[in-house]
């Protein structure tokens, strides 16, 4: 009701008498619809907060969870032992985690990849509101688009559901190219963590989100390409979701 009428929460409690007009009726009948059929608010109202950012999101890209703010938490704590250079944010979307990584780390450029236009353009809107000046929007496929040996750090929520994933039905209304990888879930994880080989820095960062039984396959994939230090968080709810470590390059 605040998003169709405009008034705040606490004037509609302070008011609760007031009459709406026909058309703000009929907004909010189609709206409250649309939820009871399963569309997440989210995506009624347009808007997410993630780290204190309002964020515009659309059915074009994935909606941000608080589970991922723990990613962002965990780069700014890996941040000053980074090396030289930019921070790559992959798939970026709505653009949530690029713009949270440039409130607070000013003396490093971000750069966010994203490969569909669609989702390009919503976080275009976001970058226009909070990143102006400290957020690049690339569109590419993932790392060919980055400079090679460029990167101090490369940050990524890629899609890792199987195509026969369980939850799925649970998340048709999100766009499934943002969750599904492919047979196994791994596929883009593991696309990333080779292409990192290549754009990264040495010792460049690379920290991945992914789903919660995927942890050891993560890390053993990190271990066959060269990464050190590798190390696995929980998220809000004490499970496995973000598996990080640093990439030898110059070993290799």
Not at 64 to 93: F, M, N, Q, S, Y
Request: aromatic share 6%; net charge negative; charged share 15%.
């Amino acid at each position: 009701m605040a998003h169709v009428t405009g008034f705040s929460r606490a004037r509609l409690f302070a008011f609760p008498e007031t009459e709406l007009c026909t058309e703000y009726g009929d907004a909010l009948e189609l709206l409250l619809g649309k939820r009871l059929s399963g569309t997440p608010l989210a995506y009624l109202t347009n808007q997410r907060e993630f780290w204190s950012l309002p964020l515009v999101v659309t059915p074009d890209v994935l909606i941000p969870r608080p589970d991922t703010e723990v990613l962002v938490e965990k780069v700014l704590e890996l941040e000053p032992d980074a090396p030289a250079g930019c921070i790559i944010e992959l798939g970026t979307g709505s653009g949530a985690i690029a713009l949270a990584l440039a409130q607070e780390l000013p003396q490093r450029t971000i750069i966010a990849v994203e490969k569909h236009s669609a989702a390009l353009t919503i976080a275009h809107l976001n970058v226009r509101r909070f990143g102006m000046g400290r957020v690049e929007l690339v569109q590419g496929n993932w790392l060919d688009a980055v400079a090679p040996g460029s990167a101090a750090m490369i940050i990524a929520n890629p899609p890792y559901l199987a195509a026969n994933d369980e939850h799925l039905p649970q998340l048709a209304c999100e766009p499934q190219s943002a969750l599904v990888s492919g047979p196994t879930g791994l596929e883009d994880l593991e696309h990333i963590i080779e292409a990192t080989g290549v754009s990264g820095a040495n010792r460049c960062v690379l920290l991945l989100e992914h789903g919660h039984q995927q942890a050891a396959a993560v890390q053993s994939l990190m271990s066959n390409y060269n990464y050190s230090g590798i190390s696995t968080e929980q998220d809000l709810a004490g499970l496995d979701r973000i598996t990080y470590a640093t990439m030898n390059n110059g070993a290799q």
